[in-house]
């Protein structure tokens, strides 16, 4: 289990590092002016919109902006969190985890269910978007977990009664 643990946390970590940049530098344009954002940057997101015929990017429909606002308040903290927490193994990881899988669950059932409900997503746009699902789904699963074999503790005592010697 412990292997299987580490390449999950590998995978995960790839993914947090991705987000960790995507979000403030792609996804925050929805929600903030596009003057604040470097030009490039403003045509990557319009490219991508095109190519992959994103009408949620393109149209901003509320309940859009509103996961976005989640991903940047709630989730993107998180991110930060779990790659702490996986680089330096500390054992809150697998709470900060859990709590970002169900989160990117959540949203992306919404998102998801207006893709496929819609009709309008293409299969390309829908290739973009369900892997996310994916790393709620791995997050998720890897939070309910604990992270280690050891011991646990209370402060400096050992969290389970021990029996006293007479």
């Not at 596009?34 to 095109?50: G, I, N, S």
């Not at 746009?125 to 604990?146: D, I, N, W």
Request: net charge positive; with cysteine; glycine share 6%.
């Amino acid at each position: 289990m412990g292997i299987l643990c580490k390449v999950v946390d590998m995978l995960l970590l790839v993914a947090f590092m991705v987000m960790l940049v995507a979000g403030p530098l792609i996804d925050a344009q929805l929600v903030l002016p596009e003057t604040t954002f470097p030009e490039v940057l403003v045509r990557l997101k319009q490219q991508y919109a095109a190519e992959y015929q994103d009408y949620l990017m393109v149209e901003k429909p509320h309940f859009f902006v509103a996961l976005v606002w989640l991903e940047l308040i709630f989730q993107w903290p998180l991110v930060l969190l779990n790659i702490y927490g996986i680089l330096a193994s500390k054992h809150w990881f697998h709470t900060t985890c859990l709590i970002y899988g169900a989160s990117v669950i959540t949203a992306m059932t919404a998102l998801l269910g207006e893709l496929m409900g819609s009709q309008k997503a293409s299969d390309k746009l829908l290739t973009v978007y369900s892997p996310f699902m994916g790393l709620g789904v791995l997050a998720f699963l890897r939070g309910l977990v604990p992270n280690s074999g050891k011991a646990r503790t209370i402060g400096k005592r050992p969290a389970m009664a021990r029996e006293k010697r007479a």
